[in-house]
C-alpha cells in the first residue's frame, strides 16, 4: 500500500487545518483492516503519535497535548484517513505523517511508530503565533 498525505500549510495560531492520507494500491476491503495513524515529528525531536484509530474505528488514541483539538476519522470507501486539527498552536508546528497497519484485532489501537510498516511521504505543518 501507498499512503500519500496532503492538506499541510502555514496557519496562525487558532486557525484549523484538515489534513488527508489517501491510500493506493489496496482495495477498499483490505483498507478497512488496517489500523491508522497520525505521527507527527518537530526539528530535535521524535516521532510522536498525535492519534490513532483501530480498523473498526471503535477505539481511538489522542496525545495529551491534541486532546479536544484533533479529531481522527475514517473513510474506509475512500480509501482515507483524515486529521482534523482545531486550535492549532505554535507548537503543533512539525511535519506530519500518515501510517497504516494490517490488522488482526479490530478494536486494538496502535500508538507506536514501530506498530507500523507503512507509512506517507509527510506533510509540513506549521503556526504561527
Known amino acids: 500500500v501507498q499512503l500519500q498525505a496532503s492538506g499541510g500549510g502555514s496557519v496562525q495560531a487558532g486557525g484549523s487545518l484538515r489534513l488527508s492520507c489517501a491510500a493506493s494500491?489496496?482495495?477498499?476491503?483490505?483498507?478497512?483492516?488496517?489500523?491508522l495513524a497520525w505521527f507527527r515529528q518537530a526539528p530535535g525531536k521524535e516521532r510522536e503519535c498525535v492519534a490513532a484509530t483501530s480498523r473498526s474505528g471503535s477505539t481511538l488514541y489522542y496525545a495529551d497535548s491534541v486532546k479536544n483539538r484533533f479529531t481522527i476519522s475514517r473513510d474506509n470507501a475512500k480509501k482515507t484517513v483524515y486529521l482534523q486539527m482545531n486550535s492549532l498552536k505554535s507548537e503543533d508546528t512539525a511535519v506530519y505523517f500518515c501510517?497504516?497497519?494490517?490488522?488482526?484485532?479490530?478494536?486494538?489501537?496502535?500508538?507506536?511508530?514501530?506498530?507500523?510498516?507503512?507509512w506517507g511521504q509527510g506533510t509540513q505543518v506549521t503556526v504561527s503565533s
Open positions: 494500491g489496496t482495495s477498499a476491503g483490505t483498507f478497512s483492516r488496517y489500523g
Open positions: 501510517a497504516a497497519k494490517d490488522q488482526i484485532l479490530s478494536a486494538t489501537v496502535l500508538s507506536l511508530a514501530s506498530d507500523y510498516y507503512n
